[in-house]
């Protein structure tokens, strides 16, 4: 299975697979692995060839392009508004509940959960404290596609997270999605903001298209674009 390693410092990798992206973060203690790949289903292995550190994972939401491996884990991390739609809730892995302000220590690198519904209900972003880094799943993305149909997505909630993330804007300084451009300016946060704004109130035009036998309409904003039904 084709996959790319990249390291991004001494102790933290990024793992593109098939147009998404892993991360791997390690402490002097234990490492985590965010999500689990699409296409690979071997992305413990590709992670524990990277660190001695046992390795732990959390997703950053439960769409099948993010837990392609999670069954290699016997319990990985996971925000429990997402639990029902980790494979219908059939799962074999043990899923251990993760909410808004809850801390990671790996051992001397701390990652604080924040809690970002409207991609999917249980999405969150992680903030690695000391990098001032957001890792931020699926809602933040540049020159990428933001999937917003299908059962469960909310437009509006994904609005008050992105202002909910502007809570958190003094203590990061740049932004890892898991798709498309990385790294990303804060600044991203406020024009998705806006972005999302205008197609509610009917300021951006649409375009009729068609995506796993869905009839959506795509907005395009320039410089990233929305998939709504």
């Known amino acids: 299975m084709d996959y790319e390693i990249i390291k991004i410092n001494e102790h933290t990798w990024r793992i593109e697979d098939s147009g998404v992206r892993m991360f791997l973060l390690e402490g002097s203690d234990k490492a985590l692995l965010v999500d689990s790949g699409m296409n690979v289903h071997n992305a413990k292995d590709i992670a524990e060839s990277l660190t001695t550190r046992p390795v732990f994972l959390i997703n950053t939401h439960a769409d099948m392009d993010h837990v392609g491996s999670?069954?290699?884990?016997?319990?990985?991390?996971m925000h429990p508004a997402d639990i029902p739609n980790y494979k219908k809730g059939e799962s074999k892995s043990t899923v251990i509940p993760v909410e808004e302000g809850d801390v990671i220590d790996l051992g001397g690198r701390k990652l604080k959960v924040i809690h970002i519904p409207g991609h999917t209900p249980g999405s969150i972003a992680l903030l690695d404290v000391d990098a001032r880094?957001?890792?931020?799943?699926?809602?933040?993305?540049?020159?990428?596609?933001?999937?917003?149909?299908?059962?469960?997505?909310?437009?509006?909630?994904?609005?008050?997270?992105?202002?909910?993330?502007?809570?958190y804007k003094g203590e990061?300084?740049?932004?890892?999605?898991?798709?498309s451009d990385i790294p990303v300016s804060c600044d991203l946060i406020e024009k998705l903001h806006d972005g999302a704004i205008d197609i509610l109130e009917?300021?951006?035009e649409g375009q009729p298209a068609e995506r796993f036998?869905?009839?959506?309409?795509?907005?395009?904003?320039?410089?990233?674009?929305?998939?709504?039904?």
């Open 133 to 167: 880094v957001l890792i931020s799943g699926d809602p933040i993305q540049q020159n990428g596609k933001i999937f917003m149909f299908g059962p469960s997505r909310s437009m509006e909630e994904y609005i008050k997270s992105l202002e909910h993330l502007e809570e």
């Open 213 to 229: 036998g869905r009839k959506i309409t795509v907005y395009d904003l320039g410089f990233s674009a929305f998939l709504c039904e």
């Open 70 to 77: 999670n069954e290699q884990f016997d319990s990985f991390f």
């Open 202 to 204: 009917g300021k951006v």
């Open 172 to 179: 990061f300084d740049e932004i890892w999605p898991s798709h």
